[in-house]
Nanobody
Framework: VQLQASGGGLVQVGGSLRLSCAAS????????VGWFRQAPGKEREFVAA????????HYSNAVKGRFTISRDNAKNIVYLQMNSLKPEDTAIYYCAADAGHFIMSTALIGDSYEYWGQGTQVTVSS
């Protein structure tokens, strides 16, 4: 499975961006998918996840209510809609996927995922 993340860029505080993660080699309908981010000098952190088969979505407290993860199975793309962006959202964003049937706690952990995209930079200016 290969993942290709795109959609990052420079946006002002309060603005929006939509990140895309396209998969080849397998359909997203058979994968659990997560978004993670890493800011300079910081550890990678969980952002959002959509668990395989269950249809439940999970968000970190930092982005809950502002970000939405969604799937377009026809296009085999997973999106991360990011609204009301803040300077602290500045990071490289990575999409990840795995064929496992995750429980919620597993979906929040980056090491649970086998496949990773290359990352896309999001910069929020104040």
């Amino acid at each position: 499975v290969q993942l290709q993340a795109s959609g990052g860029g420079l946006v002002q505080v309060g603005g929006s961006l939509r990140l895309s993660c396209a998969a080849s080699g397998r359909t997203f309908s058979s994968l659990s998918v997560g978004w993670f981010r890493q800011a300079p000098g910081k550890e990678r952190e969980f952002v959002a996840a959509s668990r395989r088969s269950v249809g439940q979505r999970h968000y970190s407290n930092a982005v809950k209510g502002r970000f939405t993860i969604s799937r377009d199975n026809a296009k085999n793309i997973v999106y991360l809609q990011m609204n009301s962006l803040k300077p602290e959202d500045t990071a490289i964003y990575y999409c990840a996927a795995d064929a496992g049937h995750f429980i919620m706690s597993t979906a929040l952990i980056g090491d649970s995922y086998e496949y990773w995209g290359q990352g896309t930079q999001v910069t929020v200016s104040s």
